[in-house]
Nanobody, 118 residues
Framework: QVQLVESGGGLVQAGGSLRLSCTAS????????MGWYRQAPGKQRELVAF???????NYADSVKGRFTISRDNTKNTVNLKMSSLKPEDTAVYYC????????????WGQGTQVTVSS
């Protein structure tokens, strides 16, 4: 079974940056698409970025140009560099393998809280 552990969240002022990291253990990491989802209070989880096994990246319109996703297959990690943060980016951020339909493959980890103050 796969364990997902996210880290790097925190409190940051609008316009600032954070770098999130996720370790996915117990899976065929290198052949899976990996992504970051987020869930804000009162809203459903949404996929904000994912990276394919071949390294191609995709972003939700809301974060395009501000977030950068990357992966390190030697460490089974996926990272999310977040810049120009906005209060609406406030959410719990989760990583997961991403299915062909862009949904999550594994059970969710606990996520990491990102809070952006105005």
């Amino acid at each position: 079974q796969v364990q997902l552990v996210e880290s790097g969240g925190g409190l940051v002022q609008a316009g600032g940056s954070l770098r999130l990291s996720c370790t996915a253990s117990g899976s065929s990491f290198s052949i899976n698409n990996m992504g970051w989802y987020r869930q804000a209070p009162g809203k459903q989880r949404e996929l904000v970025a994912f990276i394919t096994s071949g390294g191609s990246t995709n972003y939700a319109d809301s974060v395009k140009g501000r977030f950068t996703i990357s992966r390190d297959n030697t460490k089974n990690t996926v990272n999310l560099k977040m810049s120009s943060l906005k209060p609406e980016d406030t959410a719990v951020y989760y990583c997961n393998a991403v299915s062909s339909g862009l949904g999550p493959v594994h059970d969710w980890g606990q996520g990491t809280q990102v809070t952006v103050s105005s």
